[in-house]
């Protein structure tokens, strides 16, 4: 039974950084890249940053150069480091795994919630 929990959101001014984690149950972190997703209000969501079970990275343009995903197999936890924020990057975020044909919809979980704001 798979489970993922994101935490670490909340509110930051522009320019601030926020460190999110997500901490997963079972094994899938052997067997899938994992990737963050964000949903804007009123739209789908949208991929963000994944990294591969070899550790490659991949980013979405509007976030290259600003976050960092990084994993922990030991610990099945996917972090997003995100600097230099801006009012834009407002959203729910999600993590899950990435297969190429994307995420699985029953390992969606609750998110967590960022808001960028002076």
């Known amino acids: 039974q798979v489970q993922l929990v994101e935490s670490g959101g909340g509110l930051v001014q522009p320019g601030g950084s926020l460190k999110l984690s997500c901490a997963a149950s079972g094994s899938i972190f052997s067997i899938y890249a994992m990737a963050w997703y964000r949903q804007f209000p009123g739209k789908q969501r949208e991929l963000v940053a994944t990294?591969?079970?070899?550790?490659?990275?991949n980013y979405g343009d509007s976030v290259k150069g600003r976050f960092t995903i990084s994993r922990d197999n030991a610990k099945r936890t996917v972090y997003l480091q995100m600097n230099s924020l801006k009012p834009e990057d407002t959203a729910v975020y999600y993590c899950?795994?990435?297969?190429?044909?994307?995420?699985?919809?029953?390992?969606w979980g609750q998110g967590t919630q960022v808001t960028v704001s002076s």
């Open positions: 899950n795994v990435d297969r190429g044909r994307g995420a699985i919809n029953r390992y």
């Open positions: 990294i591969a079970t070899g550790g490659s990275t």
